[in-house]
Structure formats: structure tokens, C-alpha cells
């Protein structure tokens, strides 16, 4: 059982649009940033958001991150099929002093 | 190109010890928070623990705590774990994080830690 919760799974047609959820508490996302990881097996998992919304150079405007009260989303929008992986929110939890991740939500591009 | 690479990793019996390594190159290592992240075989990823800069504040998630050691050497721009009292939940994928949750987080590939016996 997972901190922050996420769906186990999400799925769109190419060049659609798609959001993924994370809900926490106001120990962990209510109160501290949250990240956004993208994970392709056998790959080290790869920074797409930080800060909320915050996107590190290289990653495309595609994705998205918002973030309110104690949930946060991910948006991804035009939708390719390289986007097929699993994907995880993470925040700092300050009642557990450790961080969390959510149980990671899998991305199919139909 | 920045890159942090695992070693380490391999099989252990129950209640065996083992110590993971990571070495970062091409970024000066101490100006980060260094993390462990795991993932165990067709599970999701955990957070393991997280050392600060100078080594003065460490934390573990309550699963290794007691358990797992996390350390670091700057000046051989490494990081470790230690990790003794194996159990076969520790079977996983170990991963060293750069800064993780900010901007410059980056990923090694990982080392595979196996307990079995």
C-alpha cells in the first residue's frame, strides 16, 4: 500500500491527451513539492516534472504538472507510443521523514 | 555527460549483509543530496533513504531503518549502502538518485540485490 495513490493504470489513442493522479495528504503533498518520474523497464527512471510544474530541460511542453490542495496531476498531451511506460509521482512525506512515491501508473497509447 | 553508476549487487543469503556502491561523474557530487531508490520485482518504485551533503543528516524509510547504513565519500564522489539483516523483501533493483524530487535529479541504471537462499 502505497502513500500517495495513483491509478494502476491509464490509456488513450495516439495524439490524444491523457491525466494521471496522485493523491496524498497535507504531511506530503498538501505541504511539499511533488515530482513526476517516467519508467521504462530495464531503464533508469527519467525526471519529468519537479517543483509541481516545473519541467527540466529536455523534456518536452507535452507534459504537464499542476497541483492542488493534496492531490497533484499529470498531464501528457499528444500522445505518442514511446510514451507507453509506468509512471510515478513522488513527494517528501514530514510525518514519515522519508520520501513517497505512488504505486506507479501505467501508460498504455493504444 | 553526467553518470552514476551502481555496483555491487548480487545474491545473499537471508540474513546476510551486503553494501551497494554508486560513483558519480562528470558534476561536483557534493553539492547534492544523494538517494537510494528501489524496486523490487514486479513492484512499484520505494524510496530507501537520502543523505545530505556533508553526511550530516540521514533518513531511511521504516522498512531498513536499523537495518541499512547509508554513507558517502565525497572526495571519491561515492555513495553506499550498507545493508545488513537481508530479507527476501530486500530483493530488488537499487537505484542512486542525484537530487532527487529536484531539478537536477538523474538516475543510475541500478544494481540488483538478491536475497535467496
Known amino acids: 500500500q502505497s502513500v500517495l495513490t495513483q491509478p494502476p493504470s491509464v490509456s488513450a489513442a495516439p495524439g490524444q491527451k491523457v491525466s494521471i493522479s496522485c493523491s496524498g495528504s497535507?504531511?506530503?503533498?498538501?505541504?511539499?513539492?511533488v515530482s513526476w518520474y517516467q519508467h521504462l523497464p530495464g531503464t533508469a527512471p527519467k525526471l519529468l516534472i519537479y517543483?509541481?510544474?516545473k519541467r527540466p530541460s529536455g523534456i518536452p511542453d507535452r507534459f504537464s504538472g499542476s497541483k492542488s490542495g493534496t492531490s497533484a496531476t499529470l498531464g501528457i498531451t499528444g500522445l505518442q507510443t514511446g510514451d507507453e511506460a509506468d509512471y510515478y509521482c513522488?513527494?517528501?512525506?514530514?510525518?514519515?521523514?522519508?520520501?513517497?512515491f505512488g504505486g506507479g501508473t501505467k501508460l498504455t497509447v493504444l | 555527460e553526467v553518470q552514476l553508476v551502481e555496483s555491487g549487487g548480487g545474491l545473499v543469503q537471508p540474513g546476510g549483509s551486503l553494501r551497494v556502491s554508486c560513483v558519480g561523474s562528470?558534476?561536483?557530487?557534493?553539492?547534492?543530496?544523494m538517494t537510494w531508490v528501489r524496486q523490487a520485482p514486479g513492484k512499484g518504485l520505494e524510496w530507501v533513504a537520502t543523505?545530505?551533503?556533508?553526511?550530516?543528516?540521514?533518513y531511511y524509510v521504516d522498512s531498513v531503518r536499523g537495518r541499512f547504513t547509508i554513507s558517502r565519500d565525497n572526495a571519491k564522489r561515492s555513495m553506499y549502502l550498507q545493508m545488513n539483516s537481508l530479507r527476501g523483501e530486500d530483493t530488488a533493483f537499487y537505484f542512486c538518485?542525484?537530487?532527487w524530487g529536484g531539478g537536477d535529479a538523474h538516475w543510475g541504471q541500478g544494481t540488483l540485490v538478491t536475497v535467496s537462499s
Open positions: 562528470d558534476f561536483t557530487f557534493g553539492r547534492y543530496w
Open positions: 497535507t504531511s506530503n503533498i498538501g505541504n511539499k513539492y
Open positions: 538518485v542525484r537530487d
Open positions: 513522488g513527494a517528501w512525506d514530514d510525518s514519515l521523514t522519508a520520501g513517497v
Open positions: 543523505i545530505k551533503q556533508d553526511g550530516s543528516e540521514k
Open positions: 517543483d509541481n510544474n
